[in-house]
């Protein structure tokens, strides 16, 4: 998914709804400057506590499509400490488990004894990479 930055223009809360393991999800529509494309934010409430008219906003966008025509989904992105953050993941942490993950199946392949010295190196080699690649901060 992308991350974007825009002034939200206009907010119509509550245009359907829909039940998920038995709690209501409410469909709002959300247009951003600068663009023409109405943009789908579902929240459990009716009201749109997450996007308001004249402010600016970080979202993901997701777009799909279903057949002839494309859904454009949007999900708000909150910011911690000059970082962003999505719910309560913390996106560093979790790509450098992935980079520990792969520097250990590397390292597993090339010999029977792993080094944990050599493994972390590794990692830290493959995070330092991935956050030059990303909107992480290091």
């Known amino acids: 998914m992308e991350t974007k930055t825009a002034k939200i223009t206009s907010v119509q809360e509550n245009q359907g709804n829909w039940n998920y393991n038995g709690t209501t999800h ?4 959300i247009k951003f400057e600068g663009s023409d494309t109405v943009w789908t934010y579902d929240s459990k ?23 002839q025509y494309t859904n454009y989904k949007i999900k708000p992105v909150s910011q911690q400490n000059g970082q962003f953050a999505k719910g309560n993941k ?3 942490v979790i790509t450098a488990l992935s980079c520990l993950s792969s520097a250990c199946n590397l390292h597993q392949q090339s010999s029977a004894i792993l080094d944990p010295n050599s493994v972390l190196t590794t990692a830290e080699k493959f995070y330092q990479w991935a ?8």
């Open 26 to 29: 409410f469909k709002h529509f």
């Open 45 to 67: 409430s009716d009201k749109c506590e997450k996007f308001k008219v004249g402010e600016t906003a970080t979202f993901e966008i997701k777009t799909q499509q279903n057949g």
């Open 131 to 138: 956050t030059q690649k990303s909107t992480l901060k290091q």
């Open 90 to 92: 913390d996106q560093g």
